[in-house]
């Protein structure tokens, strides 16, 4: 079956007609979505966030993807993507913010959903949003993240099935990492790829090497353009590993082999095969490198800052916006919260 | 003014508000060709076209949460759910989505998101069509439940919910649909969610109620009244959640004696919050113990069963009658 899904690769091939601009600004983002991964476990080592579910690995796939869009277009996040909506237009002070249990403000221009929690239930969500886009006439796109372990959940099915039958223009990105936190790919499914799923919903499927930043942001950007042009949905399936734990409170040793883990690092890690690719193309050179990566510690220092600067927060923040308009029972409860605070 | 029964008053205010705002949207499982299961959307699709009237594939999750998307994306959806018992799919969208999602944004995201929903017994419907889960879409943060249990308020409180910027389930209950006609006006009109109704006027105890245990309420009341045995308020919530507390207060304070009464089961259900509302808002004047009537802890019966199942005239007026004795 998997000849039939043949994995799209560019990296290991000639020259990308990517635009080189572009070629560098998909690697420059993924040097700051790792630099920014490797600062938020430090600070949640040193408590200073909490827990965090970092996306080292599949920068190439997070990166990748999100430049494929424009800002018109719809992002529908699952919650380790925060690197496509970083590329999207949010701040990383406001991932910070998440990761210190607040609700960051999302900017109304900001064309993104919060992250979901729950697995795939947001799915049904980037089709609706589609569908608006389709019946307000524009030719905006809705594109939704996901994972393997999300193709197990009913909602995964439902929102494939919708999409399919109201031909929505929306692009479902699975990021295949191999693991649902401990459990394996193959307990997910005995389907022998993701991609395949596409066919029972008369939908288009795409395997794609989700190491390969270049690969990605084609195949995405091919999904994208079909959709605009009001040919209908995409599976996507990318092909990548989480190197890091599922969130700073696990522990991937408990589960998976140190050697499986050895292999991706060291012979397909995203940005080290990026790197390769465009200093053997003349692209880039150890400089421009080193620049990019001392760039990405001052942005995101920056941004860490301007997350802890902010005042601790008040009662009133989580009961503000239930409503747009508060009931009388709610203002009620939030007079005996604030009663209760201690005044400094 | 033009005499209407329920369903037929909740067609006529789809077809206007279908009508006044290209944003509106209908949707859900035979809501097209055949016009509902119960006729809600009759004449609707041949009337405002496919793309704004349309059925879904059959999928009650799929259905809340493209409906979740598309007011998110600037329309304003109204998805039907066959019956309450199928809602159970779909309450995952409401509680872990819809509710949440203006908070969870800081009020950046919102969700105008209209649910219709019929709910309720006494038709000798299938197994599993008859349910009131109220309690459950009442708990969850972030939603408004309303109840109609006349034409007029079908339509005041539809379209109030259409207007509303916040995630609003419309329980429709199935016994009213056709019960009763009453003067439904052409215009437009909305009834304010969060204010409940004096279903009738009366001095010695409150019967407080919604749905379609109203007319239970309301048939109790005049057989009571008939025999001059008893003046009997029924108080009609129309509005789950937000609720009204000042017109429970009011009542209940007026009387000193209330009855609660629901269809759902007894335990968890929305009887004990309003117990615990007149006990806030009214205890001083209260008489005697409040009395909740309601469906027992039983999965709803097969239809042999029903009429023991539901409250009926009887059993509330055995309540009434202990409610007056102390």
Not at chain 1, 240 to 260: C, I
Not at chain 2, 114 to 141: C, M, N, T, Y
Request: aromatic share 6%; glycine share 8%; proline share 7%.
């Amino acid at each position: 079956m998997s000849e039939s899904w043949p994995v799209a690769e560019v990296l290991s091939g000639g020259a990308s007609d990517v635009p080189t601009a572009m070629q560098r600004r998909l690697y420059e983002d993924m040097i700051l979505l790792r630099s920014f991964d490797e600062r938020a476990i430090n600070l949640q080592r040193q408590g200073r966030i909490g827990t965090f579910p970092p996306s080292l690995g599949q920068e190439a796939s997070e990166i990748g993807s999100a430049h494929a869009l424009r800002a018109s277009d719809w992002v529908v996040p699952s919650y380790r993507d925060h690197g496509a909506l970083m590329v999207h237009g949010l701040p990383l002070s406001n991932v910070v913010l998440f990761a210190m249990g607040r609700t960051p403000s999302l900017s109304s221009a900001l064309r993104a959903l919060p992250t979901s929690i729950p697995i795939s239930t947001h799915l049904p969500h980037a089709v609706g949003l589609a569908i608006a886009a389709q019946k307000l006439g524009t030719d905006d796109v809705a594109l939704a993240y996901f994972g393997d372990g999300g193709t197990s959940e009913g909602d995964f099915h439902e929102a494939l099935n919708f999409a399919g039958v109201f031909k929505a223009p929306v692009i479902f990105f699975c990021q295949n990492n191999g693991w649902a936190i401990s459990v394996p790919r193959a307990r997910q499914t005995a389907s022998e790829t993701l991609a395949q799923k596409a066919v029972a919903y008369g939908i288009e499927g795409r395997r794609v090497d989700g190491n390969d930043v270049l690969a990605v942001y084609q195949v995405v950007s091919e999904a994208v353009a079909r959709a605009r042009r009001g040919e209908g949905p995409t599976l996507v399936e990318s092909l990548t590993y989480r190197l890091g734990p599922h969130t700073t409170a696990d522990d991937p040793s408990r589960y998976r082999s140190a050697e499986e883990y050895q292999d991706w690092k060291e012979s397909r890690d995203p940005i080290q095969r990026m790197a390769g690719y465009l200093m053997a193309h003349g692209l880039l050179t150890a400089e421009e490198d080193q620049a990019m990566r001392q760039a990405a510690q001052e942005r995101i220092q920056a941004e860490v800052e301007a997350a802890e600067a902010l005042p601790p927060v008040e009662p009133a923040g989580m009961f503000q916006h239930v409503f747009a308009q508060a009931p009388s029972d709610l203002a009620a409860q939030r007079r005996r919260i604030e009663e209760a605070v201690p005044h400094a | 003014m033009p005499e209407r029964n329920m369903i037929q008053a909740i067609n006529v205010t789809l077809d206007q508000l279908l009508a006044e705002d290209a944003r509106v949207m209908v949707f859900g499982e035979d809501v097209g060709k055949n016009g509902g299961v119960f006729r809600a959307t009759e004449h609707l699709q041949d009337r405002h076209g496919e793309p704004r009237v349309f059925d879904t594939p059959l999928a009650e999750s799929g259905i809340i949460g493209m409906a979740i998307g598309m007011a998110v994306g600037g329309l304003l959806p109204i998805a039907e759910i066959q019956f309450m018992g199928f809602l159970y799919p779909g309450l995952d969208q409401l509680m872990s989505h819809a509710g949440r999602l203006s908070a969870r944004s800081q009020g950046q995201v919102k969700v105008p998101l209209v649910v219709r929903v019929p709910f309720g017994g006494g038709i000798r419907a299938p197994e599993q069509h008859a349910d009131s889960i109220e309690a459950l879409l009442v708990h969850a943060p972030g939603l408004k439940v309303v109840v109609p249990s006349t034409p007029y308020d079908a339509k005041g409180l539809l379209t109030a919910a259409v207007d509303d910027p916040d995630p609003v389930v419309v329980m429709e209950p199935i016994r009213l649909y056709r019960l009763g006609r009453q003067e439904v006006p052409d215009e437009r009109y909305t009834v304010p969610i969060g204010t409940a109704r004096v279903a009738r006027p009366g001095s010695d105890l409150t019967v407080i109620t919604w749905g379609n245990m109203v007319a239970v309420a309301l048939d109790a009341a005049e057989a009571l009244a008939a025999a001059g045995e008893v003046s009997v308020e029924v108080l009609d919530l129309r509005s789950l959640y937000p609720l009204d507390r000042e017109a429970i207060g009011a009542a209940v304070s007026k009387t000193g004696r209330a009855v609660v009464l629901h269809e759902a089961p007894m335990t968890g259900g929305l009887g004990g919050e309003v117990v615990a509302a007149i006990q806030e808002v009214a205890f001083w004047s209260l008489q005697a113990p409040v009395e909740r009537v309601a469906g027992p802890d039983v999965p709803y019966p097969p239809y042999a069963w029903e009429d023991f199942y539901l409250p009926n005239r009887a059993r509330l007026t055995q309540a009434i009658r202990r409610t007056l004795k102390d």
